[in-house]
């Protein structure tokens, strides 16, 4: 598959995914850009902004497998992975598969479970497979995880240790929508006696597994030249030596931006990564990887602040 057909495939999922969900279109361009490059994303936002439908509707779309787990405070690792269960009729034990094998995990209000809950999740999205009992249990090649929580003021939920966030590609946060998609939305649902499943919206499936993975073999042909690299790595230092930020971004966080900039120029249909591919991304791919230091947050300044600074500051190749 050539970078002409990633991009044409790219713009089929926005317009099918649409079908669903009005707006959100720089949502659905960090999932696919997630999904070209096996990265993970992070959907912070009040509930009833469509963060589940987007989800449904993009794995329908994409013909996999869709697979969710309602976070809860009594949830266990086991009734996410699974568990061994001792078979009285063969005398052994069988492995009951949990939710998480699937092709993409609807992780929904993920933070409202505790952390040993959440730390479950770890060699999933690190290394797409499970450990049972000793055994190791593969995923799906293509899984992936998308994670929703609300903000975390709200009551009930669980902060995620910095282990965990650093393993997503992608925070978005997501707002109300505007007016008049707030309109679209209204006139879309409310002609259903019930809200609707993707389905009944008319998403349909438009790509097979074998053009998915054509996609992602054609994503790994894409250039990253030096001095994008040289740009990316005086990003991600300088949010380490910035006085606002007690904790940068890891030398991970620079390797999933530099990755991810692959992804977002095969969309656009380049088989070369520009520097505004990583400013486009810097923001989602960095700000859940930096901590702002104590003065900062009684100064009231806010993480995408900072980092715009940052990123503003930083010469570009050119």
């Known amino acids: ?6 991009k044409r495939l790219g713009g089929v999922i926005r ?4 079908k669903a969900v009005v707006g959100q279109a720089q949502t659905v361009d960090l999932m696919l850009t997630a999904l070209f490059c096996g990265g993970h994303i992070l959907l912070e936002g009040p509930p009833g902004i469509a963060k589940t439908l987007l989800a449904q509707s993009f794995a329908r779309c994409l013909g996999l497998q869709f697979g969710r787990i309602q976070f ?3 949830l266990m690792p086991g009734d996410i992975l699974g568990i061994n269960l001792f078979n009285f009729q063969t005398g052994a034990f069988a492995l009951t598969r949990g939710p998480i094998f699937c092709d993409l995990l609807l992780a929904d209000e993920i933070n409202r479970t505790p952390p040993k809950t959440q730390a479950a999740l770890l060699e999933a999205m690190q290394e797409r497979r499970v450990t049972l009992d000793g055994k190791s249990n593969p995923l799906s090649e293509n899984f992936m995880v998308v994670a929703t929580e609300n903000p975390i003021e709200q009551q009930g939920t669980y902060p995620l240790p910095e ?27 409310g002609a259903h006696l019930r809200m609707p499943d993707p389905g009944a919206l008319g998403v349909q499936t438009v790509l097979s597994r ?8 054609a994503v790994g042909h894409v250039t990253l030249t030096q001095p994008v690299v040289d740009y990316i790595v005086r990003i991600v230092r300088a ?9 940068g971004a890891s030398p991970r966080g ?15 249909g380049r088989d070369y990564v520009i520097p505004d591919d990583v400013k486009a991304l810097a923001l989602p791919a960095l700000r859940h990887r930096v901590i702002l230091s104590p003065a900062a947050e009684i100064d009231g300044r806010h993480v995408d602040t900072v980092l715009a600074e940052i990123v503003a500051a930083t010469e570009a190749p050119r």
């Open 1 to 6: 598959m050539d970078i002409e057909e990633v």
């Open 210 to 217: 074998e053009a998915l993975r054509d996609a992602i073999a």
């Open 239 to 247: 949010s380490r030596a910035n006085a606002a930020i007690a904790h």
């Open 254 to 268: 620079a390797s999933m931006l530099a990755t991810a900039a692959r992804a977002r120029a095969a969309l656009a």
């Open 72 to 74: 809860t405070p009594d």
């Open 15 to 18: 317009a099918e995914t649409a």
């Open 163 to 189: 282990a965990q966030l650093d393993r997503f590609l992608f925070k978005q946060v997501l707002s109300y929508p505007s007016e008049e998609e707030e309109r679209g939305i209204v006139a879309a649902t």
